[in-house]
């Protein structure tokens, strides 16, 4: 890349007040995630019994008020968001890597047995119903379920349609000339498609992956609310299941749900927002008329 | 012309011994599909045969819906043949083994039309350099590389820096050379050029086709060229030794010869009717009848009898009824029926004789 | 100003503004007087400005251009003034004083809509009174007059070849019969079969209507069939101008020359033709003679300014006539 990586971001910062938004959002989400919940006191770890008194709504100790069982909302929400963040990434992460793969092979080799195969596979996935296999499998798994353990099964239905609009976009990307030149300059497949086709699919790329954290957060909290995932362990779904089990607003205690979803409400916010500004600052056309007015800007000194 | 059938050694070129054929294409078509749901099928390439010899320029010459895209994707592998099959220095091309498929993208080297869609715009050009070097065993080491790229970019006439910059910063026409030097890195056998000089302003055509042909006579270096533009294929020929030229018209040979005799001495109606179509620079020298209106292209591949005959002036019946075979007439083959000797064709004749 | 003249562009300048401070010369000093009802060419290689001067013309440059000068059209009854047109008065004179045919029109035909379809729209988005019966009429005889099957009509664009779209193209442009109409290279990227077609087609109707027609190409030899008078431009200056027969026989820049001189010629036998020009460098010149640095006559002069020869109608901006 002929700008640096702080040139790239601070054009983003001052051109895209999408960015701007979200990625302040984020990074503020992001320490109480993964810095502040560090301080949580050892009762505030999993949801259970507390120290602090029953249901008291916010004060100055208790900032997002207490649960029916005296623990810290607060504490309890910042580890809810550190664990529903790691499933959400982890499970982006994973579904792209498998949808890239799957996808750039099957476009790439379209016209070969190989290719019809993978395209068999990822239709078969897309067709297959993802809420009752996910529900299944979830409580078949019940006692070993973890973040992690989410995030894999959330994956293996995440990747399918993504991977046939990679497909798809391969395909398209084939039918270019420099694929061509690329070939016939004796490129590997693998080089072939760091060069050549990356810089298209990026974008798409980059939306996929947080288009499907916030997919995952949200599957997270149906399959919580199902009752089908280890309840002890603070995430944004369990938090809204015990909220509405203990039926806190009907008791009139509005805090535990409404700091729960203003929180989900920013996260999800936030990385659409910055989603879609890093999509639209890596867009192919905007990227060329960047760099070429660079070049020109730079020749004219 | 006898074909050899030789032992296949897919060595270094200079190994290969001369008058071979580099190239063969024996009685290939391909069939597409037209249309999405009730589409008819039409053969964009139907039954072509012809030969390359090993250091020689081939022109293949035609209007677009000719088939002579369709052809260069066949021989570039981009496209399987339906039927028919291509052979390079004697091997049949879709039955290469891995290592011989690694040759073949060495040793046959593609010039495209649009030069801007040629290189990748995110990538820098040097980079396409270094990996024809590195890739194709060529050198490794840095300094020879350099040397290297310095050598062809001299070959090509290019005298500025390359180093780092993107394909924006040229223009068409140095594209296409660098386009050109990259082919050469690899040191080819072959080069396609397809329609390589049509995008470039025709005043900077003749530097780009000075250099093919410069490339052909130094290096024996066997081009396909092919264009639309009899005056780009006459310049070629004129300034080569050993030239072919082949005429397409909707999918099949219309007429094919050795060195100027075509162009001299236009046999069959098309290629004299491409030849009339050449503006001439000269402001007296105006064009003076006019053509026949086409009719859908689709059609006339279609056409049971000879696929020009709804445009031909001398169209007779035989024509819409049969297609003709290629007839021997001195230096050249002719796909006419004004040809056969068979044919009653007094009517035609008086109107080529009145047309000369 | 002479009643024959139907477009004066006097001291025409355009800039490409990149920033603030920079920018791209495309237009330097344009000074041209175009009489009615000729086809006048405009020649050079691409980055001449050629293109840019049409975007001027027909008003449909982007907002990134600066224009400075004056450009004026004149018809019968009034002068307009086309720099100082608001939009809506663009909107109004467009299909009826001027057309355009951009470069590759041909491939931005609308591939879902029927041909009679986009004829209909287009004539109707401009006059709004037309009847429906009469249109298709008009449009039948327009397409049986340029050899086109009336069963085309109801073809999808996609249907039809290159060539084909070209002419349906150009009878878009011409069927409202307006006064001056532009064409952006209408022959690239056709055979010569084609473009030989396009070409009689063009004579034809400049034949039967009587217009101006301002035709852009880099291809000389379309000029030379074609064009009435011819002026070449080179990196946004005019330095030749003349009429077609004048500039073929007689053409007095080196660069015209170049230009005339690499058109191959079959069954002649001129043998390698040499390019008379040096290769392309990126150097920009500031001062003198734009062509200086490609030069084979360049002399020490060349860098401070540029002698402009006139002899009747033929102009030239080269200093080896400065002591004619």
Request: glycine share 6%; with cysteine.
């Amino acid at each position: 890349m002929r700008n640096s990586f702080l040139d790239n971001i601070s054009d983003l910062l001052l051109n895209y007040p999408s960015f701007t938004f979200g990625i302040i959002v984020l990074i503020i989400l992001l320490l109480l995630g993964f810095g502040i919940s560090n301080f949580a006191p050892s009762s505030d770890l999993l949801w259970g019994m507390g120290n602090a008194p029953y249901s008291i709504p916010p004060t100055f100790n208790y900032p997002f008020g207490t649960t029916t069982n005296g623990q810290s909302i607060f504490w309890l929400l910042t580890i809810a968001i550190k664990n529903s963040m790691i499933l959400g990434f982890l499970t982006g992460a994973i579904s792209v890597a498998i949808a890239t793969i799957m996808g750039f092979l099957a476009g790439r080799f379209s016209n070969g047995i190989l290719g019809d195969l993978l395209n068999m596979i990822i239709d078969s996935f897309c067709v297959i119903p993802g809420l009752p296999v996910l529900l299944v499998l979830a409580f078949a798994l019940k006692g070993y379920i973890t973040v992690v353990t989410i995030s894999l099964i959330l994956s293996i239905f995440g990747w399918a349609w993504p991977s046939k609009q990679m497909r798809t976009m391969v395909m398209n990307l084939n039918q270019k000339q420099f694929i061509m030149t690329s070939k016939f300059s004796g490129l590997s497949t693998w080089e072939m498609f760091l060069h050549d086709y990356l810089p298209y699919i990026l974008p798409w790329l980059l939306i996929q992956f947080l288009g499907l954290v916030n997919w995952a957060i949200g599957m997270e909290v149906t399959i919580a609310i199902f009752g089908i995932t280890n309840l002890s362990i603070p995430t944004i779904g369990t938090s809204i299941y015990w909220a509405y089990t203990y039926q806190t607003l009907l008791l009139g205690q509005w805090w535990w749900m409404t700091f729960t979803l203003i929180l989900t409400i920013f996260l999800m916010l936030s990385i659409y927002n910055v989603s879609i500004s890093i999509s639209s600052y890596l867009n192919p056309r905007t990227r060329l008329i960047r760099i070429q007015k660079s070049v020109i800007l730079g020749e004219s000194k | 012309m006898i074909m050899k059938l030789n032992v296949i050694c897919m060595s270094h070129t200079k190994e290969v011994k001369e008058m071979e054929n580099l190239l063969e294409i024996i009685n290939v078509s391909k069939q597409f599909r037209s249309g999405l749901y009730l589409g008819t099928n039409f053969k964009a390439v139907d039954n072509v045969s012809f030969n390359l010899e090993n250091g020689e320029i081939l022109l293949l010459v035609g209007e677009s819906g000719c088939g002579k895209t369709t052809l260069s994707n066949l021989i570039l592998g981009i496209l399987k043949p339906s039927s028919g099959f291509i052979k390079y220095k004697g091997k049949i091309t879709s039955k290469f083994r891995r290592n011989e498929k690694r040759s073949f993208i060495r040793e046959v080297q593609p010039i495209f039309q649009d030069p801007y869609s040629t290189f990748n715009p995110f990538v820098r050009i040097d980079y396409y350099f270094e990996e024809v070097c590195s890739n194709f065993g060529i050198t490794r080491s840095k300094s020879e590389i350099e040397q290297k790229i310095n050598e062809v970019l001299n070959q090509v006439k290019i005298d500025t820096e390359i180093k780092g910059k993107f394909v924006h910063q040229f223009s068409g026409g140095q594209i296409q050379r660098l386009s050109i030097a990259r082919a050469l890195l690899a040191n080819p056998s072959l080069l396609i050029a397809d329609e390589a000089v049509t995008m470039i302003d025709a005043s900077l055509r003749v530097g780009i086709l000075n250099i093919l042909s410069d490339l052909n006579k130094l290096l024996n270096l066997a081009i396909l060229f092919i264009t639309h533009d009899l005056s780009v294929g006459y310049y070629m020929v004129e300034l080569s030794e050993r030239t072919k030229t082949v005429v397409m018209y909707r999918g099949t040979i219309v007429e094919e010869a050795t060195g100027e005799n075509l162009f001299l001495n236009p046999l069959h109606p098309y290629t004299r009717q491409l030849i009339e179509s050449v503006p001439s620079v000269d402001p007296n020298k105006k064009w003076h009848s006019a053509m026949k209106h086409a009719v859908l292209e689709l059609e006339e591949f279609n056409l049971k009898g000879c696929k020009y005959s709804k445009r031909c002036p001398f169209a007779m019946k035989i024509c819409e009824e049969k297609e003709p075979n290629l007839f021997s007439v001195e230096h050249s083959r002719v796909r006419c029926w004004l040809y056969s000797d068979t044919v009653d064709k007094s009517i035609a004749l008086n109107k080529l004789k009145k047309n000369q | 100003m002479n009643v024959e003249n139907i477009i004066k562009i006097e001291h025409l300048r355009a800039i490409y503004k990149i920033s603030k401070t920079s920018g791209i010369n495309a237009l330097d000093d344009i000074n041209i007087e175009m009489k009615k009802g000729q086809i006048i060419g405009i020649a050079g290689e691409s980055g001449s400005g050629k293109t840019s001067l049409l975007k001027v013309l027909t008003h449909s440059f982007p907002p990134s251009m600066e224009i400075k000068g004056n450009v004026s059209i004149n018809l019968q009854d009034k002068s307009i003034n086309l720099l100082k047109l608001s939009d809506s008065q663009i909107q109004s004179l467009c299909w009826k004083v001027w057309s355009y045919v951009p470069q590759a029109a041909m491939n931005s035909l609308n591939p879902m809509a029927k041909i009679k379809d986009i004829f209909w729209e287009t004539l109707e988005s401009h006059d709004k009174t037309i009847n429906s019966y009469e249109l298709e009429k008009q449009i039948e005889n327009a397409f049986e007059k340029v050899g086109l099957s009336k069963k085309f009509l109801n073809f999808y664009s996609n249907r039809l070849s290159g060539g084909m779209r070209q002419r349906v193209i150009i009878l878009l442009a011409t069927i409202s019969r307006p006064n001056i109409i532009y064409l952006d290279e209408p022959t690239t990227g056709l055979d010569l079969v084609t473009q030989r077609d396009v070409i009689q087609l063009l004579q034809s109707i400049h034949n039967e209507l009587n217009n101006t027609f301002i035709l852009v190409t880099h291809d000389i030899s379309i000029h030379a069939q074609i064009a009435d008078l011819v002026h070449v431009m080179y990196k946004g200056q005019i330095i030749e101008s003349a009429l077609t027969n004048e500039i073929f026989h007689n053409p007095l820049h080196p660069y015209t020359k170049n230009l005339i001189n690499s058109v191959p010629i079959i069954g002649e036998h001129r043998g390698k033709i040499e390019p008379g020009i040096k290769i392309l460098s990126t150097e920009m010149s500031a001062q003198g003679c734009k062509f200086k640095d490609r030069c084979q006559f360049a002399m020490p002069q060349c860098d401070k300014y540029v002698y402009t020869y006139r002899l009747n109608d033929h102009e030239v901006k080269c200093n080896l006539y400065e002591s004619h």
